[in-house]
């Protein structure tokens, strides 16, 4: 069984920043791909970042230059660097993995989300 547990949520000020951090234990063989999401209230989940097993990132264009997406393979960690946060980046933030486990299957896994609330 393989779980995804995200912190570092909460409230914060317009122009403060937040650092998310998501861990991924269990039967993990190997994690390829990981990232960032998040619903904002009343709309649909929308990617926010994604990072590679080798570090190429990509991120959505509302949060390029203000969010960085990094992991550290090592402890089976994804991070998210929330800087000059807006109101508009209010939302539940999920954490999204590509695991393949011990025995081998390959399954997109989540995190359970955490909330961030940014005030104007």
């Known amino acids: 069984q393989v779980q995804l547990v995200e912190s570092g949520g909460g409230l914060v000020q317009a122009g403060g920043s937040l650092r998310l951090s998501c861990a991924a234990s269990g039967s993990i063989f190997r994690i390829n791909a990981m990232g960032w999401y998040r619903q904002p209230p009343g709309k649909q989940r929308e990617l926010v970042a994604t990072i590679t097993t080798g570090g190429t990132t990509s991120y959505t264009d509302s949060v390029k230059g203000r969010f960085t997406i990094s992991r550290d393979n090592a402890k089976n960690t994804v991070y998210l660097q929330m800087n000059s946060l807006k109101p508009e980046d209010t939302a539940v933030y999920y954490c999204?993995?590509?695991?393949?486990?011990?025995?081998?299957?390959?399954?997109?896994?989540w995190g359970q989300g955490t909330q961030v609330t940014v005030s104007s």
């Open positions: 999204n993995a590509d695991i393949i486990t011990i025995s081998r299957y390959e399954l997109d896994y």
